[in-house]
């Protein structure tokens, strides 16, 4: 445990951070696997859960999240399944 007072900030600024980003990734699988099921189903919403996924993709990428190389092939993925 830190003991400056600087250090222990810095230790709530992450714990804070982690769990925002933790947030962002799960609800960018969240929105793949709802474009996935949707095309299992063969549902009628399913270009607009891909235009979702694809935003979330492009979101985590920008913020650093993910690597622009991994959004991308995921995008790619997504987009062939259509």
Do not use: C, Y
């Amino acid at each position: 445990m830190p003991n400056i007072e600087s250090a222990i900030k810095r230790a709530r600024q992450n714990e804070t951070a982690n769990a925002r980003n933790s947030a962002k990734i799960a609800s960018v699988r969240t929105a793949m696997k709802h474009f996935e099921q949707a095309v299992a189903e063969n549902a009628d919403n399913k270009d607009e859960l891909l235009r979702h996924a694809s935003k979330m993709l492009d979101q985590a990428a920008s913020k650093g999240l993910i690597h622009a190389n991994k959004a991308a092939r995921e995008k790619a993925r997504l987009a062939k399944k259509v």
